[in-house]
T-cell receptor
């Protein structure tokens, strides 16, 4: 497809379970971002990749959160031992420019932790 | 730390009633200010990028302006299909991190 895709679109996890969220960016896009969006709030930055290099992970809320982009294309956000406060929409965005700049967003994955 | 404040939180307009949304920012070394539109259940959709004070961009009924402290998104003669949440975001310094505001939820009533 032409846009950013994310899977799954919805994920329900029991507290303590590990989850993996996938992002397929637009082909050729160098920059990839992950955001967390709580209900009624704006997206909050989690981490940034330039190709396969994770250049900024300052927004990851704890060491339970881990992201990778091993071949500079598809990215996975992994959350270990999920907690109720992890419930949110996780958005992925990609950009052609190395500066990040304006971004194309995917539809998001809604994570609910019970 | 970069800060972005949007006002009002919510805005209800009659169709054709023009208005403006505000985005105030505090950053060190603005590299870009972005406006996005977000519909329920979807990811944000890019609208505009502004880089320096005095810059203006237009697209259909929307016009974005930028000063050294704030940006405005002017909506002229809105239609119901303009109903959405409008997000403002900034990128500053030497970092790639983008900081978003909490958005303005716009409802346009026929």
């Amino acid at each position: 497809g032409a846009g950013v895709s994310q899977s799954p679109r919805y994920k329900v996890a029991k507290r303590g379970q590990d989850v993996a969220l996938r992002c397929d960016p637009i082909s050729g896009h160098v920059s990839l971002f992950w955001y967390q969006q709580a209900l009624g709030q704006g997206p909050e930055f989690l981490t940034y990749f330039q190709n396969e290099a994770q250049l900024d992970k300052s927004g990851l809320p704890s060491d339970r959160f881990f992201a990778e982009r091993p071949e500079g294309s598809v990215s996975t956000l992994k959350i270990q031992r999920t907690q109720q406060e992890d419930s949110a929409v996780y958005l992925c965005a990609s950009s052609l420019a190395t500066s990040g700049g304006w971004q194309f967003f995917g539809p998001g994955t809604r994570l609910t932790v019970l | 730390e970069d800060q972005v404040t949007q006002s009002p939180e919510a805005l209800r307009l009659q169709e054709g009633e023009s208005s403006s949304l505000n985005c105030s920012y505090t950053v060190s070394g603005l590299r870009g200010l972005f406006w996005y539109r977000q519909d329920p259940g979807k990811g944000p959709e890019f609208l505009f990028t502004l880089y320096s004070a005095g810059e203006e961009k237009e697209k259909e009924r929307l016009k974005a302006t930028l000063t050294k402290k704030e940006s405005f998104l002017h909506i002229t003669a809105p239609k119901p299909e303009d109903s959405a949440t409008y997000l403002c975001a900034v990128q500053a310094g030497g970092y790639q991190k983008v900081t978003f505001g909490t958005g303005t939820k716009l409802q346009v009533i026929p």
